[in-house]
């Protein structure tokens, strides 16, 4: 079956500093890959996508890229704020051919910006 | 409202109550899904609705029975349940067919304790 595996943390980190969090996949055909990130006491909000390899899903700030060959996504920021603590969800949706496909997520990165 | 809302914020059951998650999507789409966020497990799918029919089950228990009365809301009905069943419980949801970004917008959730 499908598995998202990322770093765990806390990863800790100074205001300012570049700040990588590895995701690596396991799927069948072409996933759709996502970074979600969620802040203390709320729901789960999206933060980008990539649909194909080679795709870059940028927000914020944040980068990743789809790497097929290295069945990688991993999310890069180059400063990191204050503001930027939370914990960080690598997910992927495959696609049953059904309809809607729930998505399997990785078990989050915790980060902690300190000022 | 906008997005997805979910009602109670916080619940606190017995193991022999019964009470009912509520969910509320204002966004048009047509797939609902209810995903349960453990301390110590990564997300996990429970259940997927797609133009209001049920597309899958995770091999939840049934103990957990689901509604989805129309594709603006979506119901988890709660009964007899377990202190491990204790977690944030996630509703979702997405607009599915050709053409159409698969993006999937999250609730707040609702926080579950059962004693």
């Known amino acids: ?115 | 409202e906008t997005g997805v809302t979910q009602t109670p914020r916080h619940l606190v059951m017995g193991m022999t109550n019964k009470k009912s998650l509520k969910c509320e999507q204002h966004l048009g789409h047509n797939a609902m899904y209810w995903y349960k966020q453990s301390a110590k497990k990564p997300l996990e799918l429970m259940f997927v609705y797609n133009f209001k029919e049920q597309t899958e089950n995770n091999s939840v228990p049934s103990r957990f029975s689901p509604e989805c009365p129309n594709s603006s809301h979506l119901f988890l009905h709660l009964h007899t349940l377990q202190p491990e069943d204790s977690a944030l419980y996630l509703c979702a949801s997405s607009q599915e067919g050709r053409g159409v970004t698969d993006t999937q917008y999250f609730g707040p959730g609702t926080r579950l304790t059962v004693l």
């Open chain 1, 1 to 115: 079956g499908d598995s998202v595996t990322q770093m765990e943390g806390p990863v800790t980190l100074s205001e300012e500093a570049f700040l990588t969090i590895n995701c690596t996949y396991t799927a069948t055909g072409y996933p759709s890959l996502f970074w979600y990130v969620q802040y203390p006491g709320e729901g789960l909000q999206l933060l980008l996508k990539a649909t194909k390899a080679d795709d870059k899903g940028s927000n914020k700030g944040f980068e990743a890229t789809y790497r097929k060959e290295t069945t990688s996504f991993h999310l890069e920021k180059g400063s990191v704020q204050v503001s930027d603590s939370a914990v960080y969800f690598c997910a992927l949706r495959s696609y049953s051919g059904g309809g809607a496909d729930g998505l399997t997520f990785g078990k989050g990165t915790h980060l902690i910006i300190q000022p």
